[in-house]
């Protein structure tokens, strides 16, 4: 079974600066989607950012960007330029495409992100 | 993406009762998803609802207690049944993209049971 560990329960950081939240996932197979996932306090669940394991591209969205390293298993992601509103839980998510269990998104314990002015 | 709603947004219940959580789609989806995220925790998935089909359980969720209705594409409902305190989560819809490449979530619902 696939596991993901964050292992930073919270972390800060100061607005306009850059932080970056790690993701470590455990599997044995060589195609699947990762993705990270913001919820604020209003606890809708928003999709932040989705790296396929086929690309070695890291994915990009404005602000948003990961580091992808297959071979380590790592997914970390990085915000730049942070604002108030980056201020949420941030979880790390796997998506197996075994039809067996496809669509089962496994989810890290999340990391806690503040932002202080 | 996909517009998720949810009803209710919350709820307090009295132990021993039931609860039915709505999930609406605003576009025909062939999967849909149920959550539980226990206070503090992260996500756990209940079961997967296709319709016309069974709803598939994960390993430690059975179907008398948590029954789930698929009745077309584009809702669903989650019953939790006969609550005790420690049902006290948040409940989640989600569905997958057209492509199968994302899921989406809907805004939850609070559950308090006393």
């Known amino acids: 079974a696939q596991t993901v560990t964050q292992s930073q329960p919270e972390m800060s950081v100061q607005e306009a600066e850059t932080v970056t939240l790690s993701c470590t996932y455990d599997?044995?197979?060589?195609?699947?989607?990762l993705f990270w996932y913001k919820q604020p306090p209003s606890r809708q669940m928003i999709l932040v950012i989705r790296q396929e394991a086929y690309k070695q591209q890291n994915a990009t969205e404005n602000r948003f960007s990961v580091n992808f390293q297959k071979a380590a298993k790592s997914f970390s992601l990085k915000i730049s330029d942070s604002q108030l509103g980056d201020a949420a839980m941030y979880f790390c998510a796997y998506r197996s495409l075994n039809t067996g269990t496809a669509s089962k998104l496994t989810f890290g314990t999340g990391t806690r992100l503040q932002v202080t002015l | 993406s996909a517009v998720i709603s949810q009803k209710p947004s919350r709820d307090i219940c009295q132990r021993g009762t039931s609860l039915t959580i709505q999930c609406q789609v605003d576009?025909?989806?062939?999967?849909m998803f149920w959550y539980r995220q226990q206070p503090g925790q992260s996500l756990t998935l209940i079961a997967t609802?296709?319709?016309?089909?069974?709803?598939?359980?994960e390993s430690g969720f059975v179907i008398d207690k948590f029954p789930i209705s698929r009745p077309n594409l584009t809702f669903s409902t989650l019953t939790v049944s006969n609550m005790s305190p420690e049902d006290s989560s948040i409940y989640l819809c989600s569905v997958e993209s057209q492509a199968g490449e994302t899921q989406y979530f809907g805004p939850g619902t609070r559950l308090l049971v006393l």
């Open positions: 576009s025909q989806v062939t999967m």
């Open positions: 599997t044995s197979e060589s195609d699947y989607y």
């Open positions: 609802a296709n319709q016309g089909s069974e709803a598939t359980y």
